[in-house]
């Protein structure tokens, strides 16, 4: 298996909704990664976990809550979201993140599409 | 990471070679120079990446200059496929390997068309 998978595809929430996404690897990665992208913007850094650690979160604000339960899985909880949340979140996974592996790049995954009404 | 200076759009006749620029003036010698690209609506896709020799693979070549200061990226026969944001991004190495954030600046919108 050499996929990201994330679920759902596509998400209407509103505002005061709490939902999840969800991301799923099994290539062995021991890093995962939360980006965010707004329409004909590239993709920014939103959180960063080495070793099921959270390494990185790159000042996001607290209504996005990463969670990495194994070695597998990465979460992102939604809480109070505002329309100007809504965007592409895109997870990813690296063999590594702060140490070096030969051939170490990034795999995506397809992304969720967020909307928030 | 150093920063990254690309063409906002290039054009290609399908079939053809795309040769896609990028500068990176700033570059340390610490740093991989890396390439992905964005297909519409799907996540990045890792091409290729180079530190300092001319890469190939079964996607596309990396040429690097000498001095390091800018990279070329080479789709030898371009397909409709091909259409998408290619992003050039440059990563820290350690012992000849690469780690670390990957940061993407605003690509290049590579169009092919018949």
């Known amino acids: 298996d050499t996929e990201v998978t994330q679920t759902p595809k596509h998400l209407v929430m509103g505002m005061t909704n709490k939902k999840s996404l969800k991301c799923e690897q099994h290539m062995g990665h021991r890093a995962m990664y939360w980006y965010k992208q707004k329409a004909k913007k590239p993709p920014e850094l939103m959180f960063v976990y080495s070793y099921e650690k959270l390494s990185i979160n790159e000042s996001v604000p607290s209504r996005f809550s990463p969670e990495c339960p194994n070695s597998s899985l990465l979460n992102l909880h939604l809480h109070a979201l505002q329309p100007e949340d809504s965007a592409l979140y895109l997870c990813?996974?690296?063999?590594?993140?702060?140490?070096?592996?030969?051939?170490?790049?990034?795999?995506f995954g397809s992304g969720t599409r967020l909307t928030v009404v | 990471d150093a920063k990254t200076t690309q063409p906002t759009s290039m054009d290609c006749a399908e079939g053809r070679a795309a040769n896609l620029p990028c500068n990176h003036s700033?570059?340390?010698?610490?740093?991989?120079v890396y390439w992905y690209r964005q297909i519409h609506s799907q996540g990045p896709q890792y091409i290729i990446h180079g530190l300092k020799n001319n890469e190939t693979n079964e996607m596309a070549s990396l040429i690097i200059t000498e001095d390091r200061k800018s990279s070329t990226l080479i789709l030898p026969h371009a397909t409709l496929r091909d259409t998408a944001v290619y992003y050039c991004?440059?990563?820290?190495?350690?012992?000849?390997?690469?780690?670390?954030?990957?940061?993407f600046g605003q690509g290049t919108i590579l169009t092919v068309h018949p």
């Open positions: 991004i440059v990563r820290v190495n350690a012992g000849g390997t690469s780690y670390g954030k990957l940061t």
């Open positions: 700033t570059i340390s010698g610490n740093e991989y």
């Open positions: 990813a996974s690296s063999q590594e993140f702060d140490r070096g592996r030969r051939g170490d790049g990034y795999t």
